[in-house]
């Protein structure tokens, strides 16, 4: 090997070097923050509060995402 060439080191972070791969992994870091968000927010309104079944009935019926 010559001293010319150059060794090339791979890390965890080399693949967000590539601009389309750091958009998409980006998006996907930011949907899940607002899945994540959009749990805790249902949960919390489970807990909070007294019992109403018919709102029970809506947070259980919805999946996340929707």
């Keep these: ?5 150059r060794r090339w080191r791979a890390s965890a972070w080399s693949p967000l070097t590539a601009r389309v791969f750091r958009a998409l992994w980006i998006a996907q870091l930011v949907s899940n ?14 807990i909070s509060g ?12 919805r999946p996340v995402g929707d």
């Design 1 to 5: 090997m010559s001293t010319k060439t």
């Design 50 to 61: 007294g019992r109403h079944p018919a709102r029970d009935a809506d947070v259980h019926r």
């Design 33 to 46: 923050v607002g899945s994540w968000m959009q749990t805790v927010g249902a949960q919390w309104l489970l």
